[in-house]
């Protein structure tokens, strides 16, 4: 697997961080917006609860984020070189 991750960090390089990184923000957005939909906060220590909840779900879903960027940056690799007309430079 040590291999195979390097690999794919040498190929798709910026892009690939760039798809984890997206999925990582998005994730935590998702996951503040539906907390704040349910819970409200009154002071600080409440705000940083709500920012340590998020932060407790975006690990928890972090072995999914990883296996979904692995499976999809080829597909947006392949869509950048098209509409660019040019092959990454990672």
């Known amino acids: 697997m040590r291999k195979s991750l390097k690999e794919f960090v040498v190929e798709y390089g910026a892009i690939g961080?760039?798809?984890?990184?997206?999925?990582?923000?998005?994730?935590?957005?998702?996951?503040?917006?539906?907390?704040?939909?349910?819970?409200?906060?009154?002071?600080?220590?409440?705000?940083?609860g709500m920012w340590a909840a998020v932060y407790i779900i975006a690990?928890?879903?972090q072995p999914f984020r990883i296996a979904g960027s692995i499976a999809i940056t080829p597909l947006i690799a392949r869509v950048y070189e098209r509409v660019t007309g040019r092959v990454?430079?990672?």
């Open 59 to 61: 690990k928890l879903t």
């Open 88 to 90: 990454n430079a990672s």
């Open 17 to 48: 961080l760039i798809v984890y990184l997206s999925s990582t923000v998005i994730v935590c957005l998702i996951a503040w917006f539906a907390l704040s939909m349910g819970w409200k906060p009154e002071s600080t220590v409440g705000s940083a």
